[in-house]
């Protein structure tokens, strides 16, 4: 009984022949396979094959002697080294360096979503006060214009009121004085006309923030690579170069 090699060009195959000899011919008999290995095989490679070999050999043994084992092992051990102990350790200390990096740059990418989902939580906060108080001097204003209403419609004589309505110019003023843009005002005219066609049709109106959603994240995307470019271009540098920088 011995340990076959076969060789392609990228693996080295290995398996348990026995010799028989029937009717005065040798016979080579397949006893068991211990698998193939890379070649050249790194040190996890290694560690793996061996694990196996180790395996395949107890559950062997009440076929092959603890002899014929040990002599296997040795011609294994000619053209797949075991490992050491200090490749095992010198292994050992480059996973964990790997996963030490790995999980570094997962905290910093995620620390980087919260710094930033922060700084847009103090921008809204910001446009939230903003917006706030707009609409209280708003709603004042609409209270005391209903007010002035009621009081006309029950024939109280009430002072002033007596100038034309507010032209579409005077209104964009206020709109523009309260944070508005010119380019915000038409987006808000053409979307306010679309949802009102959009209620006359059912499930529009999910349709479209389903589009809005997916675009927006599409958005989102494309300003991120943007924002990669341009700190590479400042800074002179290119892809994979610094501090693990790599394209996504």
Same mark, same amino acid.
């Given at each position: 009984?011995?340990?076959?090699?076969?060789?392609?060009?990228?693996?080295?195959?290995?398996?348990?022949?026995?010799?028989?000899?029937?009717?005065?011919?040798?016979?080579?008999?397949?006893?068991?396979?211990?698998?193939?290995?890379?070649?050249?095989?790194?040190?996890?490679?290694?560690?793996?094959?061996?694990?196996?070999?180790?395996?395949?050999?107890?559950?062997?043994?009440?076929?092959?002697?603890?002899?014929?084992?040990?002599?296997?092992?040795?011609?294994?051990?000619?053209?797949?080294?075991?490992?050491?102990?200090?490749?095992?350790?010198?292994?050992?200390?480059?996973?964990?360096? $790997?996963?030490?990096? @790995? +999980?570094?740059?997962? !905290?910093?990418?995620?620390?980087?979503?919260?710094?930033?989902?922060?700084? /847009? *939580?103090?921008?809204?906060?910001?446009?939230?006060?903003?917006?706030?108080?707009?609409?209280?001097?708003?709603?004042?204003?609409?209270?005391?214009?209903?007010?002035?209403?009621?009081?006309?419609?029950?024939?109280?004589?009430?002072?002033?009121?007596?100038?034309?309505?507010?032209?579409?110019?005077?209104?964009?003023?206020?709109?523009?004085?309260?944070?508005?843009?010119?380019?915000?005002?038409?987006?808000?005219?053409?979307?306010?006309?679309?949802?009102?066609?959009?209620?006359?049709?059912?499930? $529009?109106?999910?349709? @479209? +923030?389903?589009?809005? !959603?997916?675009?927006?994240?599409?958005?989102?995307?494309?300003?991120?690579? /943007? *924002?990669?470019?341009?700190?590479?271009?400042?800074?002179?540098?290119?892809?994979?170069?610094?501090?693990?920088?790599?394209?996504?």
């Amino acid at each position: 009984m011995f340990v076959r090699f076969r060789q392609t060009p990228s693996r080295l195959e290995i398996s348990i022949v026995e010799t028989r000899r029937v009717d005065g011919k040798v016979r080579h008999e397949h006893v068991a396979s211990l698998g193939s290995i890379e070649v050249p095989p790194s040190v996890a490679d290694r560690v793996a094959f061996w694990r196996r070999v180790n395996d395949r050999f107890g559950k062997l043994s009440n076929r092959i002697d603890p002899a014929t084992q040990g002599k296997m092992r040795g011609d294994l051990h000619a053209r797949v080294p075991m490992v050491t102990a200090d490749e095992q350790r010198a292994l050992q200390l480059e996973n964990a360096e $790997a996963d030490e990096r @790995f +999980w570094a740059s997962l !905290h910093g990418m995620n620390q980087e979503q919260v710094d930033g989902h922060k700084a /847009l *939580a103090v921008t809204v906060k910001g446009a939230i006060a903003t917006g706030q108080a707009g609409a209280a001097a708003a709603a004042a204003k609409a209270e005391a214009a209903r007010i002035r209403a009621e009081r006309i419609r029950k024939g109280e004589d009430v002072a002033g009121g007596l100038g034309k309505p507010m032209t579409r110019e005077e209104v964009e003023a206020i709109l523009l004085a309260n944070g508005f843009t010119k380019s915000g005002l038409h987006h808000a005219e053409r979307l306010s006309a679309l949802f009102t066609a959009l209620e006359k049709i059912p499930g $529009a109106k999910k349709d @479209f +923030w389903t589009a809005f !959603h997916k675009y927006r994240e599409a958005g989102e995307l494309r300003i991120r690579r /943007l *924002a990669e470019r341009d700190v590479l271009r400042k800074h002179g540098l290119r892809w994979g170069e610094g501090d693990d920088t790599s394209e996504t």
